[in-house]
């Protein structure tokens, strides 16, 4: 095989022609979870469906499940008819369905990665995937050691010429700095760097992408991306939902080790970064890494964040439990179930403007969004009483749900005397179109398999963004107990203190 | 939907703006202005197509009927906006003497600054760019498949009043095809010797395939007649073996290539909602179906 293999057939004019994974074979690690029924395999139907998955492409199932590799196709064909995006239809079921394997058995279980390694073997041969092969560690990160270390003893992960092993998983990355950087060195034992795919879903969202398109394509917003203009930025990302049946997992986690670590440090970065030179991956991390190193906490975290607990109450019309009230969680959990908190960009084009950053469950809505506010007109030629329902102009992207940008402004009411209110100008990312977008999880598993890292953040980013929270959770942890609030609310007082000490108020979003 | 009769572009222009707000949504997130120029029996499904289409570009969708030319000038119209899309459409028929001059309503209702996209779903004029209303597109669709009349000739006709900015869905047609092939020489990295295309007696799509892989490949490339439907099959030889899809029902496929074993590959027919998407989604010249338009009128058979 020569270096300079140039494809005949594909043109750099030809924009038409998708990428299309090379012949592989995922392993799925995990598959009774909720996210591999509901995203994951789901996503893997859709992409074939849309012809982006080579003939040939393979899934192995791996859990402690007594089933046959039918019993196994089985529970995919049904979160494929419930989740999958696009219709269900027979061709492409045929496709995949000769490529379903189950291989039963626990993570210390040898005979089953030795059953597992001659499976992939077989598959090699009679479905031609060729020694590539994508792990999926759909499971508690506690259990990765294990997985890594079978993974290895058979010898599953060796790298052979011409043929690729990555790992894929999902967050928590840790939950601190330390634990971070060994959950690292677990996956670096046999994974390098570079085959390490940690999946932010949010990255793999068309709005969130559309940030860079937004503020590198045009000429409108830059000029006025900066602390001459902007005043402040608030990135909420806020859940309608309790922990429902996540107990075990959130307790002792909480809303800023689960949320502000990967999706909001990542949207921050996205919209306070400079232009990367290129679209590469290097180059967007390089970019990335940046602002997070410059990332300053201020020094009084008492006075600058905010943490609480849902309380009992009623949420959309629904009676609801409190979070101490919740099964599975300690009556005394210091748990927080809403963060917010306050950080500095210490560089030429951010000093100054502070970003909030606050996720919470239980809070009146489920959106997530960003909300760059400006500052107010230096000088009005308005009288006061003519202004006064004029607040402070404002970008908002809004991530979910109803994708898209809204800009507000002030504009004349209608009438015969000078009256000035907000308005929106808004556009939507599409009304019907967010159906026919992809999800985020397709665009992510076909760049795994396509060994395209932009969308994924690396071990460097992640460290980062625990240098950032690790010294917050420290300060929280000698405080008690959260602060409780209301359940279908905005958040516990101290949130609106934070701001107000500033002068500032959050929107509803 | 407002029924209007005997009326002209600004009242159709008003009943755009009615309705939406009727709908209480006075955004206008549409991104480009297609228009549909169709008769009477195929209007309803091309405007089905049309509004699928827009799920993914919004569009505001104007498809014209250009009725008898004859008499006196009569425009009707019936106008909506989306329910369970986002866009606009209006249906206008055209009869008497305004059917020679279809872009005197069409010019008013484009959308500002927008592209424009005109589609013919089955028969297009002579001279799509120089058509009255292909003139005020940047994009022209044409479907040699679909035309009615003299369909052995179809792509020849195509390609002789070829300008930039058209484009043909038997081209659309062939991407996933052309995606397979591509992705195939993507993980083996053979020499290609010679190649085959089999499709039915008739097939716009096949020739396009045929020019663009004698194109790309520079090696011999045979059309073979099967009964269809469609492309049934398409051979590489490679110096390591052959690379083959092959796929008889027009749904499901057979991937073979060489040392490997043979795979199915869902490969069906596309419907005109994604084909139409597809054309949708690239709005400048299609530079590699400008080169196969020189090629096909080069060729000396067909």
């Given at each position: 095989m020569a270096?300079?293999w140039?494809n ?14 090379g012949p592989c074979a ?28 080579p003939p040939g492409f393979s ?39 000769e490529g ?20 992939l073997a077989e598959l090699d041969k009679a479905r031609g995937t060729g020694g590539n092969h ?26 052979h010429e011409g043929a690729w ?345 | ?179 397979m092939l591509?992705a195939a020489l993507d993980h083996q990295h053979v020499r290609v010797t010679?190649a ?39 051979v590489l030889e490679t110096t390591q073996g052959p690379i083959e899809i092959r ?7 057979t991937f073979s290539s060489p040392d490997r074993p043979d795979r199915p590959l ?37």
């Open positions: 270096e300079s140039v005949p057939l594909r043109a750099v004019e030809d924009r038409r022609l998708p990428r299309i994974a995922m392993v799925l690690f995990g598959v009774t979870g909720d996210l591999s029924r509901k995203k994951i395999m789901p996503a893997i139907y859709d992409l074939a469906n849309r012809g982006l998955l899934l192995v199932g791996f859990a402690r499940r007594d089933w046959a590799d039918q019993d196994f196709a089985k529970i995919v064909h049904d979160s494929v008819s419930e989740h999958a995006r696009t219709e269900f239809r027979e061709e492409v079921w045929a496709q995949l369905a379903f394997r189950f291989v039963p058995g626990e993570f210390a279980d040898d005979v089953a990665f030795e059953t597992l390694r001659s499976t994508a792990f999926y560690l759909s499971i508690p990160p506690r259990f990765f050691g294990d997985v890594v270390a079978q993974l290895k003893k058979h010898g599953l992960a060796e790298p092993n990555r790992v894929v998983v999902e967050k928590p990355f840790g939950h601190d700095l330390e634990s971070a950087r060994e959950l690292n060195a677990t996956l670096g034992q046999i994974f390098p760097s570079g085959s390490v795919f940690r999946i932010d879903h949010y990255l793999g969202k068309e709005t969130v992408q559309n940030i860079l398109a937004m503020r590198f394509a045009n000429t409108l917003f830059e000029p006025i991306w900066n602390s001459n203009y902007v005043d402040h930025v608030q990135i909420t990302m806020a859940e309608d939902i309790g922990i429902g049946g996540r107990a075990g997992y959130y307790d002792g986690v909480g809303a800023a080790r689960d949320v502000i670590q990967n999706h909001l440090l990542q949207l921050m970065a996205l919209i306070a970064m400079e232009e990367p030179t290129s679209f590469d991956a290097e180059s967007l991390r390089v970019e990335k890494q940046k602002v997070l190193a410059s990332v300053v906490l201020p020094r009084r975290l008492d006075l600058t964040t905010a943490r609480g607990q849902y309380a009992a109450g009623w949420q959309g019309g629904e009676k609801v439990v409190g979070f101490l009230e919740e099964e599975g969680i300690s009556p005394t959990s210091t748990t927080e179930t809403f963060a917010a908190i306050t950080l500095n960009v210490e560089n030429r084009r951010w000093a100054g403007v502070p970003f909030y950053l606050r996720t919470g469950k239980r809070l009146g809505r489920r959106v997530t969004e960003v909300a760059v506010v400006f500052k107010r007109a230096p000088h009005l030629p308005f009288s006061a009483t003519q202004t006064e329902e004029l607040t402070q102009n404002a970008l908002v992207v809004r991530v979910q749900p109803d994708d898209g940008i809204t800009i507000r402004f002030g504009s004349k009411v209608p009438g015969t005397s000078m009256e000035i209110r907000d308005v929106n100008m808004d556009f939507a990312y599409g009304g019907s179109f967010t159906e026919a977008s992809p999800e985020a999880y397709e665009r992510l598993i076909l760049d795994v398999l396509l060994g395209d890292p932009p969308l994924f953040p690396r071990h460097e980013e992640v460290e980062l963004s625990w240098k950032i929270l690790d010294p917050i959770l420290a300060y929280w942890a000698k405080q008690g107990a959260p602060e409780q609030y209301a359940s279908g609310e905005w958040g516990p007082e101290g949130a609106r203190k934070m701001l107000s000490r500033d002068g500032r108020m959050w929107r509803r979003p | 939907m407002i029924e209007l009769t005997d009326t002209n572009a600004a009242k159709i222009a008003a009943a755009f703006a009615q309705s939406r707000r009727l709908d209480a949504s006075p955004a206008m997130g549409m991104v480009m202005t297609l228009v549909i120029v169709v008769d009477e029996d195929h209007a309803h499904e091309a405007i089905r197509c049309a509004q699928s289409a827009s799920h993914e570009h919004p569009a505001r969708v104007l498809a014209v009927i250009l009725g008898d030319g004859r008499g006196r000038p009569k425009i009707s119209a019936q106008v909506g906006v989306g329910e369970g899309w986002t866009g606009e459409t209006a249906l206008i028929r055209l009869g008497g003497e305004v059917v020679k001059h279809p872009a005197s309503v069409v010019l008013p209702l484009l959308l500002p600054d927008s592209p424009v996209v005109v589609w013919w779903p089955t028969d297009h004029p002579e001279d799509p760019a120089n058509d009255p209303l292909g003139a005020l597109a940047q994009r022209r669709i044409t479907d040699a498949s679909a035309v009615t009349t003299g369909k052995t000739t179809a792509l020849k006709r195509v390609c002789r009043t070829y300008s930039p900015g058209t484009s043909d869905l038997a081209w659309t047609r062939l991407t996933l095809w052309r995606a591509a010679r085959s295309v089999t499709a039915e007696r008739i097939s716009p799509s096949a020739d396009l395939m045929v020019a663009w892989l004698s194109w790309r490949l520079k090696v011999p490339v045979e059309r073979i007649t099967s009964a269809g439907p469609g492309i049934t099959d398409v796929r008889g029902d027009g749904r499901l496929a869902a490969l069906r027919r596309r419907e005109l909602p994604e084909l139409l998407a597809e054309e949708l989604r690239h709005l400048d010249e299609d530079d590699v179906f400008a080169e196969l338009v020189k090629r096909i009128l080069t060729s000396p058979t067909r």
